[in-house]
């Protein structure tokens, strides 16, 4: 096999900087790297978008006075990064190499090699698996009590789940809704203390205990929920307009397993703003972040992670010069 000579290395394309991901937080550095001259190559994802893409109206990004779709929060953004030049590919990424440099990103298609990467891969928040859940996504079955809470005042609300997120969701929703039904399939709650103190004490929020969601009724908007209690096979209906499933999620980290730390449920670790454990991969988003997970605070993220890429991507190149 012929070995390449120098002048062909040199001619290799080596990209300043990848961002893996096209939610708000790979969309937000995507349009950081452009205007710090880093001419990024994103890859979005065949499905791009992230979480916006299943949320219907989002009234608390800011600069939106009037309601925005999240599809179209996530085209405009797209947009911008484009106008600004941004390469945006509609591709997964299979696989990543950290323990070469350049670092190497692999699609179908083939390798891009990077001196920088900015992980933004999101995570999906676990769903019951129900085909109506998912046809009343956004018309009443939402992931996101903060997003989504303001629109059921003075109404009835459901929440599935007993850990964390799910106290935190319907503690919040009593803020609007008249009733706010918790619903566990165990008859323990995973929550930690705190959590769990304040939402069991709160008077507008009830237990429905060794009870899972079979059903989400409506026709168009969510009108009730079929359920059917674990121990007796009791099957009963509850008429909610509103149903928060609040199970968990999933960090999408499945490619980077081995090559950046990760925590044991799988979200990427970072020290000091947006790191990961290898210098020069950053990390922006829900990702890393289970405990905000807003599209405002992955934008910020983004940002963040930009800017730490820069200052590492700066270094590197002035390396490369002096030697
Ligand atoms: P989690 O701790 O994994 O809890 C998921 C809950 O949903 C559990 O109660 C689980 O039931 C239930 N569940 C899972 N799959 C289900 C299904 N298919 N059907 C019905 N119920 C199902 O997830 P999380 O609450 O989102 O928390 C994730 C992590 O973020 C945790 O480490 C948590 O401490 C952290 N967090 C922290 C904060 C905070 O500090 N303020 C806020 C939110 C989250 P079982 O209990 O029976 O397994």
Redesign the pocket.
């Known amino acids: 096999m012929r070995r390449k000579g120098v002048e062909e290395h040199m001619e290799e394309k080596v990209e300043k900087l990848v961002i893996i991901g096209s939610g708000p937080a790979g969309l937000t550095a995507a349009i950081y790297a452009c205007r710090a001259d880093l001419e990024p190559l994103v890859y979005m994802g065949t499905k791009y978008g992230g979480q916006l893409m299943l949320t219907s109206d989002v009234e608390n990004f800011p600069g939106f006075p009037d309601p925005v779709l999240g599809p179209d929060l996530i085209m405009k953004m797209k947009s911008q990064a484009e106008r600004l030049g941004a390469r945006l590919v509609q591709e997964d990424v299979v696989k990543v190499n950290f323990k070469t440099y350049p670092f190497e990103v692999y699609t179908d298609s083939g390798v891009s090699k990077a001196l920088s990467v900015i992980i933004a891969t999101g995570a999906n928040p676990?769903r019951?698996?129900l085909e109506s859940e998912l046809k009343l996504m956004g018309k009443g079955v939402s992931n996101c009590a903060v997003c989504d809470g303001f629109f059921f005042r003075g109404k009835k609300v459901a929440v599935?789940?007993?850990?964390?997120?799910?106290m935190?969701e319907a503690t919040f929703l009593t803020k609007f809704a008249t009733s706010v039904k918790v619903i566990?399939?165990?008859d323990?709650?995973?929550?930690?203390a705190a959590?769990r103190k304040e939402a069991t004490a709160d008077p507008k929020i009830s237990f429905i205990w060794n009870t899972?969601v079979t059903d989400v009724l409506g026709d168009g908007k969510v009108q009730g929920v079929r359920t059917k209690d674990l121990k007796t096979g009791r099957e009963d209906e509850l008429q909610v307009d509103g149903l928060f499933v609040?199970?968990?999620?999933d960090p999408n980290t499945d490619i980077f397993r081995g090559q950046i730390e990760l925590d044991p449920?799988g979200y990427a670790v970072v020290k000091n703003g947006t790191e990961s454990s290898v210098p020069g991969v950053f990390v922006a988003g829900d990702v890393h972040d289970?405990?905000y997970r807003q599209a405002v605070t992955a934008s910020a993220d983004g940002c963040k992670a930009l800017l730490d890429a820069d200052k590492f991507i700066k270094q590197k190149l002035e390396v490369k010069v002096v030697s």
């Open positions: 676990r019951l698996n599935v789940g007993g850990g964390d997120t799910a935190e566990h399939r165990r323990e709650l995973r929550a930690s959590l899972v609040a199970i968990g999620y449920k289970f405990r």
